[in-house]
């Protein structure tokens, strides 16, 4: 059973930095993209940033592009979401996902996962 569980979210001042994290079992975590996604209250799902299985062609969405950099330890079976200068746009429930295999290489929407955790929240406020 997939099982994807978040955690690091918090308060945060503006221009404060957080590292999320997410405990990944139940499947072989290297062979599958990771990536993070985020929903602010009131709106849709937000794709942030996705990694291949290496971790060596991390993407990222505009809004975070230069503030936020993804990672992932495949021994651990973790992902990771180191974000600084975190604006309050940046407010939402931030959920670990997996892109479905047939996904490898970045063939598919960037938003496209088949598991999902229960997310960590993130507040971005003074």
């Known amino acids: 059973q997939v099982h994807l569980v978040e955690s690091g979210g918090g308060l945060v001042q503006p221009g404060g930095s957080l590292r999320l994290s997410c405990a990944a079992s139940?499947?072989?975590?290297?062979?599958?993209?990771m990536s993070w996604v985020r929903q602010a209250p009131g709106k849709g799902p937000e794709w942030v940033s996705s990694i291949n299985t290496g971790g060596a062609f991390p993407k990222y969405a505009e809004s975070v592009k230069g503030r936020f950099i993804i990672s992932r330890d495949n021994t651990e079976n973790r992902l990771y979401l180191h974000m600084v200068s975190l604006k309050p746009e940046d407010t939402a429930l931030y959920y670990c996902?997996?892109?479905?295999?047939?996904?490898?290489?970045?063939?598919?929407?960037?938003?496209?996962?088949?598991?999902r955790g229960q997310g960590t929240q993130v507040t971005v406020s003074s």
């Open positions: 996902v997996r892109a479905p295999l047939r996904c490898s290489g970045y063939t598919c929407p960037d938003d496209e996962y088949d598991a």
């Open positions: 139940g499947f072989t975590f290297n062979n599958y993209y």
